[in-house]
């Protein structure tokens, strides 16, 4: 747990709403919480975090010190700012007498000249809120911009008073509000300010990762589901720096239902490697076996998105009949049927097939449009039918797999006029050890020469290379390098 120290409560002397600690003072309340942590097996450390990174198999996350620790997974709970308006005498006073949610700090300043200086149109909600508390409300209402008859009316008939001129300045003795002046000379007497800052989450160090944000009247936050989980599949975000809403009890039950579904999601990972380590140890000689464990585990193995250079290229192609090799989880044959192919895929994997065939499900499609079989091309099902695109995207193993055989024959259902097209990888990763890759992997050449497909047959449209912008496994940006084979039958 990497904590700044700085949580937005600091300014306040206690807390409501939170069941057995009600008037609690927050620093109290994080106090017995460290104390509790101290008893289970949890590093906590003062600092702060300038980068956040996704990895291959997890996160990186860089301290401002320099430091770099690396974890499976992060939840982030770096909370927000309240950036207030620039009025002297305000920031000074904030948490004890100028104040911002009617929950957390009415009842303590209940029956007092209560001001509220506005800030936008979201202000108009709080000054309604704060009438329950007060018989003697004064509302500055320059904040809200122009105010309709309507809302003039409303406020007023409650015998809420209406100051139009802007505030200059918070007058008091120490700590606490005695008065407001505005910008026509006049001060006006209060007991207590409530104002609305604007809210600045605090998620600039994983800005670069482009998640998915939700807009909301308070500003734009990180989005996430029930569980706290962000569009990263190793992300977590709960409190304010997502919910601006979230007070004390709500940010710890958001903290626990994150804290669960972490766990829950690391334990079957731990499952998932598992199986994955008896399938490395699986007989050279039994690919079905090798890949069946692959796809044994409840995780997702690949990102669920089409492969980039299938995209590209199909993209450009007249939608009709395709064929694709190894699918897997099924993500490519989704995509082209989507786009408007009657798609097919093929894996020896059982186990991936039934991916594939939820994801259709899972995106609507019917079979006639995405179709999935268990094959190692000698299903008639597949052979007695030609295709207008056969691909294949990695189709590598590291388990004996005739690999070119199969192309060679994949190649043979291609219609006339009809493409073929092989992603394949042209070297190991730059970050991997090179012991580890005895496998020489072809460039887009050697893979066109290694078909050896009758060049009065097939046009060569594409043969080369192309990079892919990955991050390595230690948070450092990186590239692959992969190549591209594009032939279509005359």
Known sequence: ????????????????GVLGHDGTDPAELLRQGREELAAYDVKVRSGRVTRLDETEDGVSVALEDGEQITARTAIVATGLSDDLPDIPGLAERWGTSVLHCPYCHGWEVRDRRIGVLTTSPL?????????????????????????????EQRLKARGITLVPSPVVEVLGEGDQVTAVRTADGQTTEVGAIFTAGELRPHDDFLSHLGLDRTDTPAGSFLAVDATGKTSSER?????????????????MSAGTMAGSFVNATLVGEDFDRAVAEQTEQAEPSDPVGFWQNRYAGDDRIWSGKVNAVLGDIAAGLEPGTALDLGSGEGADVVWLAKQGWRATGIDISANAIARGRDAALAAGLTEERARFVVSDLSDPSVLDRGYDLVTASFFHSPVELPRTEILRRAAALVNAGGHLLITSHAAAP???DAAAHEHRFLDAKEELDELDLPEDDWERIVVEHRERAVTSPSGEPATLEDAVVLLRRR
């Open 1 to 16: 747990m990497i904590d700044s120290g700085l949580p937005r409560n600091r300014f306040a002397e206690h807390m409501h």
């Open 123 to 151: 202000s108009m909600h709080q000054a309604q809120l704060l009438r329950q508390w007060s018989d003697d409300v004064v509302v500055f209402t320059a904040g809200l911009g122009e105010l309709s008859e309507t809302d």
């Open 235 to 251: 992300i977590w975000a709960v409190g304010n720096v997502s919910n601006p809403m979230a007070n004390v009890p709500i940010s």
């Open 430 to 432: 730059s970050w991997a």
